[in-house]
T-cell receptor
Framework: NAGVTQTPKFRILKIGQSMTLQCTQD?????MYWYRQDPGMGLKLIYY???????DKGEVPNGYNVSRSTTEDFPLRLELAAPSQTSVYFC????????????FGEGSRLTVL | ELKVEQNPLFLSMQEGKNYTIYCNYS?????LYWYRQDPGKSLESLFV???NGAVKQEGRLMASLDTKARLSTLHITAAVHDLSATYFC????????????WGAGTKLIIKP
């Protein structure tokens, strides 16, 4: 059972470049999330989705975009990368239930130079 | 605005000792989560606490929730080296089921 799969695991970008972080889950979860984790900090929510075709902003959405065309996939797009976007990015999913327990991918470490 | 604070942020302890990590949150919340993260790894769910007085235990870890005090605790009993990790708590925003607010994490080092 693969769970939540993220790619790439590591990436170095130059300032101003763009890229997409891929996330897919095979648990048929309705809810999907993108978080960033900065050193010594808790997670900050970037965007989330409650189902295919529905997305919404989290705490720190500026500089990012998402789409959700299928239940399985939730890519995160970085436009015009900036050094402030250097972070570890985690994709997570959860099913429609009252616990809301999140299942995380392995993370993608992004460095913007 | 919901804020979540953990303390301590760093804890070094000897094997066999007991200790407690505290998680305070600033406004009402109806769900409290504990996660574990090993260095360079993903986050693993430990406990979900849904109601006042909830207590859950798994091995040497026990979590509890006091919604009136807005406090959750993660108690470690007779610590072993394998429990070394960073532990995070998170609470959900009542105005949004989908948004968790996370503490900064407690880095726990257990020395043999």
């Amino acid at each position: 059972n693969a769970g939540v799969t993220q790619t790439p695991k590591f990436r170095i970008l130059k300032i101003g470049q763009s890229m997409t972080l891929q996330c897919t889950q095979d648990m048929n979860h309705n809810y999907m999330y993108w978080y960033r984790q900065d050193p010594g900090m808790g997670l900050k929510l970037i965007y989330y989705s409650v189902g295919a075709g529905i997305t919404d902003k989290g705490e720190v959405p500026n500089g990012y975009n998402v789409s959700r065309s299928t239940t399985e996939d939730f890519p995160l797009r970085l436009e015009l990368a900036a050094p402030s976007q250097t972070s570890v990015y985690f994709c997570a999913s959860s099913k429609l239930s009252n616990t809301g327990e999140l299942f995380f991918g392995e993370g993608s470490r992004l460095t913007v130079l | 605005e919901l804020k979540v604070e953990q303390n301590p942020l760093f804890l070094s302890m000897q094997e066999g000792k007991n200790y407690t990590i505290y998680c305070n949150y600033s406004t009402t919340s109806d769900r409290l989560y504990w996660y574990r993260q090993d260095p360079g790894k993903s986050l693993e769910s430990l406990f979900v606490l849904l109601s006042n007085g909830a207590v859950k235990q798994e091995g040497r870890l026990m979590a509890s929730l006091d919604t009136k005090a807005r406090l959750s605790t993660l108690h470690i009993t007779a610590a072993v080296h394998d429990l070394s990790a960073t532990y995070f708590c998170a609470a959900n925003r009542e105005d949004s089921n989908y948004q968790l607010i996370w503490g900064a994490g407690t880095k726990l080092i257990i020395k043999p």
